[in-house]
């Protein structure tokens, strides 16, 4: 997953001047069929998402995700349509330290933090 995501943000972010900063995934069962949500904190945007659509720019990032993940994954998601396409939701920024922060105040090492 980590070489998809570095090959959507070169191709469809960095142009933006923008980056992902972190991010996780996780398999959403709650859909049927289920499919993959990443969650993505990107570098500051202000004033950098002037000419195109936000909408659009995760699409083509969802694209090249998906391209660059194995041909398991491909057939299960084009030949036996048994996952939808991936999601990629965009959270603030800070979001991942504020979960860290959240974590190690309820009791979590901090050597042993993991983000989810």
């Known amino acids: 997953l980590?070489?998809?995501v570095a090959a959507a943000e070169a191709a469809h972010l960095i142009p933006?001047?923008?980056?992902?900063e972190e991010f996780t995934?996780?398999?959403?069962?709650?859909t049927t069929p289920d499919h993959y949500v990443i969650y993505w904190e990107l570098s500051p945007t202000t004033d950098q998402t002037e000419g195109f659509s936000a909408d659009y720019l995760m699409g083509q990032c969802c694209l090249a995700i998906e391209e660059s993940l194995d041909a398991t994954y491909k057939e299960m998601r084009v030949y036996d349509r048994s996952i939808w396409p991936l999601e990629i939701k965009v959270v603030k920024n800070g979001t991942f330290d504020r979960l860290m922060d959240f974590a190690?105040?309820?009791g979590a090492s901090v050597a042993q933090y993991k983000p989810p």
């Open 104 to 106: 190690v105040s309820s």
């Open 25 to 30: 995934g996780y398999a959403d069962n709650t």
């Open 2 to 4: 980590e070489k998809a």
């Open 16 to 20: 933006h001047n923008m980056r992902v």
